[in-house]
């Protein structure tokens, strides 16, 4: 029964290209033998090494699940979100990516509240416009010292935490998170 279901499969040779091609070196009375890759062969010459999005610098090596994780503000899964939307693989090397696709990236991150649940975005119902915001890079910082500036100035709690420089979250601070020179219990001579 097994030998009435065999196939026979033929193998094939593919036509030999520049890019497979063998060269010979000779240096002094060695040789050496150097294959050339296949890069030119899988459309990697135009493949950049960064890739600029969203005022981010992301390296070209990294698959695009990772490499839009290099931007401050977009998760892992935020940027599997991203690349779904956008219908790019995620597992490409970003930096193999077509203008077209880097740019329909910075599309869908420029406007993320738009294409995302609410759940999703990182600053829901701002304080000033009451929008859904998803904010990323640099202004992810200045918007934080901005609430931290407003607790502080309207005395709440934790603005008064932050002032003092204590735990803000609620720790308990008797034994952990001692800062400083003083360690241990000084000692009458």
Do not use: C
């Not at 979250?169 to 008797?174: A, D």
């Not at 998170?177 to 009458?188: A, M």
């Amino acid at each position: 029964m097994a030998e009435d279901k065999e196939v026979v499969e033929e193998k094939v040779q593919p036509e030999e290209t520049a890019s497979d091609a063998v060269e010979e070196k000779t240096s002094g009375d060695s040789k050496s033998v150097e294959k050339k890759g296949k890069k030119a062969e899988s459309g990697e010459s135009d493949f950049r090494y960064i890739v600029r999005i969203a005022d981010t610098d992301l390296d070209g090596e990294k698959r695009v699940l990772y490499a839009l994780t290099g931007i401050k503000g977009i998760s892992l899964h935020v940027s599997g979100f991203i690349a779904d939307i956008a219908g790019i693989d995620r597992r490409e090397k970003i930096g193999n990516l077509s203008d077209e696709q880097v740019s329909k990236l910075h599309d869908i991150i420029s406007n993320f509240p738009k294409y995302a649940p609410d759940w999703m975005v990182n600053r829901r119902k701002d304080l000033a416009t009451g929008e859904n915001l998803h904010i990323i890079g640099a202004d992810l910082a200045l918007f934080l010292r901005e609430d931290i500036n407003r607790l502080k100035k309207i005395r709440a709690y934790r603005g008064i935490r932050h002032e003092l420089g204590l735990s803000v979250r609620g720790q308990r601070t008797r034994a952990n998170g001692r800062r400083g020179l003083s360690l241990g219990v000084s000692r009458k001579r």
